[in-house]
């Protein structure tokens, strides 16, 4: 069974970053951060681990602008890449750092503000920027429109990650909710971006912004369709994927799939039928046209996820575009990862499957997942 993600935040990461405070401090109390940031720390979630350890830097450091110059002083290389993939928990290691400045860091504005320029650079300050938003949003954006003409990467990603409307693990910031238009601002800037990471989070952005302004979603989407370039089609297109799913049809009709289907749905296969966690899951079938007229049909499909506490939760993978001439069939296939994601953990258990054909729904059948398989000599 692998390791849950809180254990990242473990006594060992406590004396990593202990001595990395004592290497750019010599007066730092190490052996007391040590001993106050461990108390407790095995009862604690993946956050709260976080912020107790932000709460330990705060007693162990002196007053605050002193303070963030050793953290700035102690940070390690950046990102490697442009991108995030691949990285693993290695950049959580600065949870602590963020969380610091998100609880402590208000009274100290603009010093706070070019901490996260370097946090963001080796972790993401998507989470630390928005209690700034909340308490001066006009002092905030204008920088995060600085962010979003920074020559690097993770840099600008902080303009449209950190304004997002629903960001995962966050709290709801009220200013952004009543003021799209201005997120709308910073994504015009980066909707071209050379970064294929940060055009998606733009695109996760905007799919945000359909949750709460559908049609500002729809509209944005139309203007931002034309003549665009490959990227930005696909931009969009992920960022209509949750109005899609919700069988939109003023998203659907942007991206072409406006018509109700007439399809059956035949030979379906889930092999193997019974998955341990952390295999994958081959999935196929065939669409078969029941109309006289040909048909142009997104296809994706939905597995919902059971969770630890027993419900289930879906989540929808990508498939194709299909153009199905009259009568004519289509073979699809996928295969669903079972394995142990920073997001998702599989649990055991029956796992629904939907197969999603322009937005229309059909449960076409299920595949159980059980405990992982034990290694030789466990």
Known sequence: MPEPLKTFFSPELVQRLAADLLRVHADFPAAQFIEQACAGLAGLELLDRGRHIARTLASCLPEYPRAISILLDSLGPEHASDELAGAGMAPFFYLPHTLYVAEYGLDHFDLSLQAQLELTRRFSAEFSIRPYIAKD????????HRCARDPHPHVRRLASEGTRLRLPWAGR??????????VLELLETLKDDPAAMVRRSVANNLNDLGKVHPELLTSTCAAWLVDASTERRALVEHALRSAVKRAEPAALKLLGYGGTPSVAVENVCFEPPRVAIGDT????FTLRSTSPRAQELLVDLVVHFVKAAGHSTPKVFKLKRVTLPPEGRAELKTRVSL????????NPGTHVVEVLINGVAARIGSFHVIAPRRKRGE
């Open 137 to 144: 949003p006009e002092r905030t954006i204008r920088f995060l």
């Open 173 to 182: 910031v009220a200013w952004l909710d009543a003021n799209p238009g201005r």
């Open 281 to 284: 899951v081959a999935c196929s």
């Open 339 to 346: 394995k142990v994601h920073t997001t998702r953990k599989p």
